[in-house]
């Protein structure tokens, strides 16, 4: 070997050392960043002492929910891909489904369409019934939330008939009974998960169902009276995407509507109001929501994609089915802004005080300051451990499989001047005022192991409200 050559080599071997010394020193800061961060939510979390139960109503609605993988169901289903990405408001049958599963998928965002065709809806029932694992839950967004709320220290009156597959845990009651159920199926993918040519960005899922008892929200009427009495602090709407897309007669979707707008302009301001926004496709459904539900707001949760579609029909543009599935926190902000901006210029008898936005990275919880909701720091905490929780199925975090997204710091709105925000480890949830409102920005720590996403959003937003109706 000549001395060059020699040299050369020890060079080399020097750079590889120290890359190595590197990574490792690297991987160790990660893992140190990872726990700190991990404490101190938990620090934020457990901050708040529940000193008795608060009275929450929960409606509307419930069902049965298959969660399964989506590629095993096309498998079963014997769909072929096409590669085509096509956007259908409603499913008919094996085609559109696969071009509207495309159409989701190459964004990863998450969806929920309504299946017309009764047969087709069956064999895909059927299928999920015969796939050994498919994993049954009792789902709905109300069910989810309520058992939720239940779990974190509530008593709940939940608008929803006890059926055979939707029981009740302890401190939920329901209203009646009911004798069937409709089925919710949740068609789960993983990131990079290859369908044809497209390869999912993130981890999501599409829910298809064809339910006949939840979209006339033929419950409230019935569930009035019994929340009247009942006289809880807050009330959770969720649930009403099960009228997107419903092939309702004439006039009927409206009439429900202006049954519901009654029942919210009639609730007594000692009961707060929540509404859980969800994937809506329909534009005049969405026109409804504005006019009849969101002026009664105190407060809205939503996820990345519900966000920018709410803003896009409040601000006359038509629906915005997909958007960024990994936002940046300065764009969510600002989104949020314009939302208070936007929702108080409607007519109610309710001011918007509270916004929750949960994403894949982050949670962000907006309140004004002086309003009733409580500890935002901590419910921005608790909704980051619960996103965790919830996706890894394990109340206990592995930090083995999870990993923050987040940057180490983003600004805190794009207007020239704004202030850049750092996170700090120790104390991971960040936050801050401005003008008459309290931001806080809390990092996830999103599992990197999967085992369910549907039902995340109802889980988080529930847990974020619980700590905020505390004294
Ligand atoms: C996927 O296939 C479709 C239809 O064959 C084609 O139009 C499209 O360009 C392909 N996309 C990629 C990324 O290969
Ligand atoms: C699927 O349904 C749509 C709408 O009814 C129809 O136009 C299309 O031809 C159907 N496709 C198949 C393969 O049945
Ligand atoms: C609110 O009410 C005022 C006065 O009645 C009316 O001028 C305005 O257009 C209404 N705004 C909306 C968004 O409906
Ligand atoms: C989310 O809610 C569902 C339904 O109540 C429940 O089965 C699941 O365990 C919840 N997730 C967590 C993290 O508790
Ligand atoms: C949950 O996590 C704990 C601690 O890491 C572990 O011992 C337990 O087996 C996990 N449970 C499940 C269901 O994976």
Not at 270 to 275: D, G, K, Q, R
Not at 334 to 347: P, Q, S, T
Request: glycine share 6%; aromatic share 8%; with cysteine.
């Amino acid at each position: 070997m000549s001395d060059r050559i020699k040299h050369l080599s020890i060079v080399s071997s020097i750079i590889l050392v120290l890359a190595l010394f590197l990574k490792r020193n690297y991987d160790l800061k990660l893992t140190e960043r990872l726990m700190h961060v991990h404490d101190g939510l938990i620090r934020a979390e457990q901050k708040i002492q529940l000193q008795h139960r608060t009275k929450v109503g929960v409606g509307f609605g419930g069902c049965h929910d298959a969660f399964l993988p989506a590629l095993e169901a096309w498998k079963g289903l014997q769909l072929t891909p096409s590669n085509e990405l096509v956007h259908h408001n409603l499913i008919n049958n094996k085609t559109e489904l696969e071009q509207l599963f495309n159409y989701f998928f190459y964004h990863g965002a998450a969806v929920e369409r309504y299946v017309k065709n009764p047969e087709f809806f069956k064999e895909i029932v059927s299928f999920a019934k015969s796939y050994a694992d498919t994993r049954w839950h009792v789902g709905g967004n109300a069910p989810v939330m309520a058992q939720r709320l239940a779990m974190e220290g509530s008593d709940v009156l939940l608008g929803a008939r006890k059926s055979p597959n939707v029981l009740f845990g302890d401190n939920v009651k329901g209203i009646g009974d009911q004798d069937e159920d409709d089925v919710h199926v949740i068609l789960e993918y993983d990131k990079n998960e290859v369908w044809g040519n497209i390869t999912t960005p993130r981890a999501n899922r599409l829910i298809v169902h064809s339910d006949q008892y939840n979209p006339m929200l033929n419950m409230i009427e019935e569930f009035e009276v019994e929340l009247k009495k009942f006289q809880p602090r807050l009330f959770v709407l969720g649930g009403l995407q099960m009228m997107d897309n419903f092939p309702f007669e004439e006039g009927v979707r409206s009439s429900r509507f202006l049954v519901l707008q009654n029942f919210l302009s009639a609730m007594p301001t000692s009961t707060l109001i929540h509404f859980e926004m969800a994937s809506f496709a329909e534009e005049d459904l969405v026109h409804e929501l504005i006019d009849k539900v969101l002026p009664y707001a105190d407060s809205l949760g939503m996820n990345e994609q519900e966000l920018p579609n709410i803003l896009a029909v409040l601000n006359k543009k038509p629906v915005q089915l997909v958007a960024d599935s990994n936002p940046r926190v300065v764009t969510a902000l600002d989104d949020i802004r314009e939302l208070f901006r936007a929702v108080g210029n409607l007519n109610g008898s309710r001011r918007l005080t509270r916004v929750h936005v949960h994403t894949l990275a982050y949670q962000a919880v907006v309140t004004v300051k002086g309003s009733p909701w409580k500890n935002t720091m901590s419910a921005a905490a608790k909704s980051a451990l619960v996103a965790n929780r919830h996706v890894c199925g394990n109340s206990t975090i592995n930090l083995e499989k999870a990993r923050i997204i987040l940057d180490e710091s983003f600004r805190s709105s794009r207007i020239e001047g704004s202030e850049r925000i750092f996170l700090k480890d120790e104390r991971p949830v960040s936050c801050w005022e401005e003008n008459d409102m309290l931001f806080c920005v809390a990092p996830n720590l999103v599992c990197t192991h999967i085992f369910q996403t549907g039902g995340g959003g109802d889980n988080i937003s529930a847990a974020g409200l619980s700590l905020q109706i505390v004294d």
